[in-house]
């Protein structure tokens, strides 16, 4: 099984800075990987697929980098409603796996 | 807009079974590749299963494999998990979620984007 390791556990930004989210393969996943926000009592939403792809509907200002081992979320100009979970989920291999979660909070 | 309906869940104790239906609309169920996600409390995200267009492909997380079984109904635009020996750690909120695969896929789905809110199932005596 893969392992997705996210880094860090937490994290506390002030609005309008940015955020930088990271995400681990235990092995590579080549691009196969998805990022996904979760607001508490709500199911997750995607945001990005294919490691950089956007979803529909989600804002510009929020990008995913990285193939391989790597990779990375980046969400600038912080806003209240980016405070979330935020898990990455690779699907290059079974069983799918995901991150732990990385919470960002918003000063 | 696509949308994913969970139902069926509850307290049960545990060795006993359930089984969770996930009802689909606003889009064309059949074409679609479908996933079973569940949430532990507090806790985060697990993959279970996953069901082909045409259930002739399935897969299971270790952790219930040969104690659930994912199958649909494309006539009913369903989705449905048969929970068996269950489990205390196998209380969590469980998510129906569409998958982006297509017949052409070779990974393990291609990332979820359609989820439903849940239905909780909780394992306790």
């Known amino acids: 099984e893969i392992v997705m390791t996210q880094s860090p556990a937490t994290l506390s930004v002030s609005p309008g800075e940015g955020a930088t989210l990271s995400c681990r393969a235990s092995?590579?996943?080549?691009?196969?990987l998805a990022w996904y926000q979760q607001k508490p009592g709500q199911p997750p939403r995607l945001l990005v697929h294919g490691a950089s792809t956007r979803a529909t509907g989600v804002p510009a200002r929020v990008s995913g980098s990285g193939s391989g081992t790597e990779f990375t979320l980046t969400i600038s100009s912080l806003q209240s409603e980016d405070s979330a979970i935020y898990y990455c989920q690779q699907y290059n291999n079974w069983p799918q796996t995901f991150g732990q979660g990385t919470k960002v909070e918003i000063k | 807009q696509a949308q994913l309906v969970e139902s069926g869940g509850g307290l049960v104790t545990p060795g006993g079974s359930l089984r969770l239906s996930c009802a689909a609309s606003?889009?064309?169920?059949?074409?679609?590749?479908m996933n079973w996600v569940r949430q532990a409390p507090g806790k985060g995200l697990e993959w279970i299963s996953y069901i082909s267009i045409d259930t002739t492909y399935t897969n299971y997380a270790d952790s219930v494999r040969g104690r659930f079984t994912i199958f649909r109904d494309n006539a009913k635009n369903s989705l449905y998990l048969q929970m068996n020996s269950l489990r205390a750690e196998d209380t969590a909120v469980y998510y129906c979620a569409r998958d982006r695969a297509t017949p052409v896929t070779s990974t393990a789905g291609d990332g979820i984007d359609v989820w439903g809110q849940g239905t909780t199932v909780t394992v306790s005596s």
């Open positions: 092995q590579s996943v080549s691009s196969n």
């Open positions: 606003g889009f064309t169920f059949s074409d679609y590749y």
